[in-house]
């Protein structure tokens, strides 16, 4: 059973109030008591994660009448009904409304633990259907794909769902290692485009020799080999996105008809005198400065000025430390699944060397290592790893209360009060840590 589960029991009769929860407690089912309906509906919100037990004649708003306005906010929470003598046809009539079962007083306390059991195990399975369908949902928007609350990520989601349903092409720069090719697909995904092909090309990957061929393909016999016409990747995504990975890798000369391609719309297959239209977006990604390889005369000037219409920028790692935790979580969380394995939980000694790390491989090297910590592995692999050469302990310790701080305010919704309570903080302190790390309320 889920024991994050609960039982609240609305009885207005403080002695059979309190028989119930010793009988729960004495089996490990935690349960709540309130006297009346009205209390019970000031307590119980969305999704309200347990069961209720009401008694149906109460103070004030009856049982039936609860049962009525807990179905209609949550038609899956069980609800069970206790009734007195007389009352069993009026119970009947409740079940065909919605009521999980009734208890018919007095009854034993084998009885209220098996209904209550059999009630929590059925919210737990609900509970769990409704969080899975929660992470398909989210798992198909941005912040369930572009992760992280630090104001870098916010501003990158928002430029994302400002451009992507245009046809502007894109420059991603940013190290290795930090989702250049997911922000690529996001665009590509939350487009007009999204039903038609996604081609990724890496630049840097190719042989010059194959180059002209694998971008803008061949016809039969163009050269020793080709047996057969080829379509290129800049044809093949006509209608979609071609993503161009480490494009400052790139050849000149290929630079040179990629130029064109993109101020005509039209391609020639190597060997082809005729014209094809072509209409794809183009997103490129590069870990250099390709404006500063333009004036050093290794990158065309022309095809970066075409290619930045839009320009991202992905901070590493090292520079949104408040984004680590939850990055690592997410990772873990899908590693331990893919594992089928238990995720261990985080211990302050793995907690200290995650922030204090450089992270030279950026969210590539994050998802090593909680890959790592998912099987059981030392998460670093070389003695002294997480040591950082950037990051003092200070920093670090301010970096963990940041991310702290900034969860607690996501879920109370920007509440203060809320927040520090849920800290153990006094509201004035919270608030001078918000001023302090610029943090959204």
Known sequence: MNNDLTVLIVEDDPHVLLGCQQALSLEDIHSEGVGSAEEALARIGDNFPGIVIS??????????????????????LPVVLITGHGDISMAVGAMRNGAYDFMEKPFSPERLVDVARRALEQRGLAREVWSLRRQLAERDSLEGRIIGRSPAMQNLRELIANVADTSANVL?????????????????????????????????????????????GHEANAFTGAGKRRIGKIEHAHGGTLFLDEVESMPIPMQIKLLRVLQERTLERL??????????????????????????????????????????????????????LQLFEHFLQQSSLRFDRIAPELD?????????????????????????????LPPFKKAGAQSSSGLGFAEAVEAFERNLLNEALQRSGGNL????????????????????YGLSH
């Open 172 to 216: 991603i720069e940013g190290e290795t290692g930090t989702g250049k090719e997911l922000v690529a697909r996001c665009l590509h995904d939350f487009s007009r485009r999204k039903s038609q092909q996604f081609v990724a090309l890496n630049c840097g990957g190719l042989p010059e020799n194959l180059f002209e061929s694998e971008i803008f």
């Open 417 to 436: 009060s809320q927040a520090s309570h849920e800290l153990g903080m006094a509201k004035t302190t919270l608030f001078d840590k918000v001023k302090k």
């Open 271 to 324: 060997g082809s005198n005729q014209s094809v239209a072509v209409d794809c977006r183009v997103i490129a990604a590069t870990k250099f400065d390709l404006d500063e390889m333009g004036r050093a005369g290794e990158f065309r000037s022309d095809l970066y000025y075409r290619l930045n219409v839009v320009t991202l920028e992905l901070p590493p790692l090292r520079e949104r430390r408040e984004d680590i």
């Open 55 to 76: 008694d149906i004649r109460l103070p004030g708003i009856d049982g039936l009448e609860l049962l009525t306005r807990l179905k209609a906010r949550d038609s899956s």
């Open 348 to 376: 302050n000694q793995t907690l200290s060397s995650l922030m204090s790390h450089d992270w030279p491989g950026n969210v590539r090297e994050l998802r090593n290592v909680a890959e790592r910590f998912a099987l059981g």
